[in-house]
């Protein structure tokens, strides 16, 4: 598994609610003229609104992404769910299509460790899967449920197709344990951490901020990746601003309204129980931390040797 900068894909809504399928497309062909340097993409996962989208609907979105992509990025397909046989069934079709899979911790049920261990095992040991590369999703603040760094160096002991794991728990210390134990990828599941969490050995960021400052978050980890965190650092922080900004809402909600009015994206809709930015005060700082960004960026390119 590669590291560097992973970008998870919103998913564009017509006015009908519709999956707005020339957006998509829009989206991706942006990101393939304008930043090379991404690794791969990431679909079906939180930013995807995938709790919200149809099974036939997620069929076709893996289908369509990997016919866009023409295997210029690597395309890693969220599969996670609480069910773990569906989600096994579901990792049996996206296989095909996918670089890797993105298995997300079970929400709502709250399995114990075991439990865990057995959900991930059952899974990333199926005869269909067992040579996939996979992806272990840590969120708790989603799921409910914490995959403690011990749970995760037994699994991947057991299952050498898991080859990372996007850590969104926000904790430093499991970071550091997880590194201690386990040889394998770890990716920021949460963009203000990229720094942080590539300092004490992680390996890119699975990444929200990408979808309208990708520039930047590849430049912050290819910085990193050389051991220039100086200037590292100072693309970091001016763009920290706008990454709080992307979760002043609930994500999507805020990364959408932004594509949006650029018109990246044709609407900002999203499906409910989500609605669209209720508040026109983050509407207005969403908007300026984006253009403060920008304008800093042309700056640090001015001073960044």
Excluded: W
């Excluded at 959408?256 to 207005?284: W, Y």
Aim: hydrophobic share 35%; with cysteine; glycine share 6%.
């Amino acid at each position: 598994m590669k590291g560097g900068v992973y970008n998870v894909m919103v998913t564009p809504f017509d006015e009908d609610g519709n999956v707005d399928y020339g957006s998509y497309q829009s989206m991706i062909h942006n990101l393939l003229n304008n930043t090379p340097e991404i690794t791969g993409i990431v679909i079906l996962g939180t930013t995807s609104e995938s709790p919200t989208l149809r099974e036939e609907e997620k069929r076709e979105l893996v289908r369509r992404t990997a016919d866009m992509m023409n295997n210029r990025y690597k395309l890693v397909v969220g599969v996670g769910g609480n069910d773990t046989m569906a989600t096994l069934e579901f990792a049996q079709y996206c296989r095909q299509y996918a670089d890797y899979l993105m298995l997300t911790t079970p929400h709502y049920n709250k399995p114990t460790q075991e439990g865990m261990f057995k959900h991930f095992y059952t899974i990333c040991q199926d005869n269909a899967i067992v040579n996939t590369p996979i992806m272990l999703y840590n969120i708790p603040s989603r799921c409910g449920v914490n995959l403690l760094p011990e749970t995760i160096e037994k699994l991947v002991s057991a299952c050498p197709n898991i080859e990372g794991i996007k850590e969104a728990s926000g904790s430093m210390d499991q970071v550091i344990k997880i590194r201690e134990k386990c040889n394998i990828r770890i990716f920021a599941g949460d963009d203000a951490l990229i720094l942080p969490i590539m300092s004490l050995g992680g390996d890119g960021v699975v990444s929200v901020a990408s979808n309208v400052i990708p520039r930047q978050i590849c430049d912050i980890v290819t910085y990193i990746q050389a051991n220039q965190y100086e200037n590292a650092r100072k693309i970091y922080y001016s763009v920290v601003p706008l990454i709080r900004s992307l979760f002043c809402e609930t994500n999507p909600v805020p990364v959408k309204h932004l594509l949006h009015h650029f018109g990246t994206i044709a609407t900002d809709s999203v499906r409910l129980p989500l609605c669209q930015m209720e508040s026109s005060r983050n509407r207005e700082d969403l908007i300026y931390n984006y253009l403060l960004a920008m304008r800093e960026n042309m700056e640090n390119n001015n001073t960044i040797q």
